[in-house]
Structures are given as C-alpha cells and as structure tokens.
C-alpha cells in the first residue's frame, strides 16, 4: 500500500531563505509525482509535476526533483517570500491503483 | 473561465437530511474525482470516473452516489447526513495519467 510522509509538518523562516520540503512514499511503481500549495480555506493549486521518467522540474523559484529508487521528492523554494507562506501538498500518482495519494502536507510561514 | 468549478461553496444542514455538490470541467479532460480534506487537512480520494465510467470507488458508505452524466460533470448525492461527513470536498479533474487541477472545495457542515 502507497503512503505518503511529508517532512517537517510545519516550517518558519524569516524572509530571503532557501528552503527544502521534503516527501517520501514506499512504493516506486508511480506514474508521477505532484506538488501542490493550498492557501487558507482555499483549493489546491498545482505547482509542479513530475513525471515517472523525470528528475526535476523548475518553475520560477521552485525546482522539484525526484528520485524513484529512493522513493524521495524534494521541493526547494529559492529566496522565499511572505507570499509563499500556504501548505504544500506532495502526492503521488501510484501505478499500481492508478490512485493520487496524498501527503499530508507541511504549512510554511515566511517571516517579513 | 474557472477550470474546475464546484457548488455550492459552503453546505449547512441537519443531520438525517440529502444534499448534492456539482462540479464542471472545462478543460477537456477525460478523468474526475472527488477528494475528501478531514478535520486534519487529510486528503483523501473517494472516487474517480473516466469518461463517465467509474474506475476508482474507495472504501465510502454507500450513502454518497456519484453521478457523472457526461465527462465534464461529476455530481456527488448525499443521503441521511451524518456529523461526521462534514469535511472539505474537492472536485478535480485530470487527463487519465496527468496533472490534476482542483475545484476551490465545498465546505459541508453537518449539524
């Protein structure tokens, strides 16, 4: 069974830093891996996806990478900004029940 | 032009009571879901149609009844609330092994 572990559950920083989120799931048999940012009692909004046969992908300050064999995704979020503070939600697209499970996400704050 | 758009976007009712959500694509894409976000901001799946047919039903009373009449509609029906179905429902839609955009949720509070 696929499980999803993001990692921390919760992240401060003061304003300028570079930070890493961190996801891990059990079974490597994905079609893809996405992130995701959630603001407040809103949706989900899709910031990256990764296909299976991929490394990384970049967006702006994002990159995201992925490692199969070690069943790892990291989300790096270059100069971060008050505007980034939300929840990002890794989750990945298993193979095997053609399901998206879902991590449960790390709530960033981004200090002024 | 939303994407993903669901309604209604907050639902309040009684318990024992039936309530519907729709959504609508316009994306073209050919798969829907419906996700669950608990009290936890826990995402989980309940179900997901592939051109109308259903594909993916995870382990949901059979009081919820999805209905999807054409690919760019997933409907889901409600019967004999129960406190503890209030939660955060999201509709999204995606290509069969594709992106997933979601729908801005409906907020169910059963009282």
């Known amino acids: 069974k696929q499980e999803v572990t993001q990692i921390p559950a919760a992240l401060s920083v003061p304003e300028g830093e570079n930070l890493v989120l961190n996801c891990s799931f059990t079974?490597?048999?994905?079609?893809?891996l996405q992130w995701f940012r959630q603001d407040p009692g809103k949706g989900l909004t899709s910031l990256l996806l990764i296909q299976s046969s991929q490394r990384e992908q970049t967006s702006g300050r994002l990159n995201a990478s992925l490692d199969k064999s070690s069943g790892r995704s990291t989300l790096y979020i270059a100069a971060s900004q008050p505007g980034d503070s939300a929840t990002y939600l890794c989750?990945?697209?298993?193979?095997?029940?053609?399901?998206?499970?879902f991590g449960q996400g790390t709530t960033l704050q981004v200090k002024p | 032009d939303t994407a993903v758009s669901q309604t209604p976007k907050y639902l309040v009712t009684q318990m024992g009571n039936d309530k519907s959500i729709k959504c609508e694509q316009n994306l073209g894409h050919d798969t829907m879901y419906w996700y669950k976000q608990d009290s936890k901001k826990f995402l989980k799946i309940m179900f997901s149609y592939n051109n109308k047919e259903l594909i993916i039903n995870e382990t949901v009373p059979n009081r919820f009844s999805p209905k999807s009449p054409d690919k760019a509609h997933l409907n889901l029906h409600i019967n004999s609330l129960e406190l503890g179905d209030s939660a955060v429902y999201f509709c999204a839609s995606s290509r069969l092994t594709g992106e997933l955009f979601f729908g801005e949720g409906s907020r169910l509070t059963v009282l």
């Open positions: 079974d490597s048999a994905i079609y893809n």
């Open positions: 989750a990945v697209l298993s193979g095997n029940t053609g399901k998206l499970i």
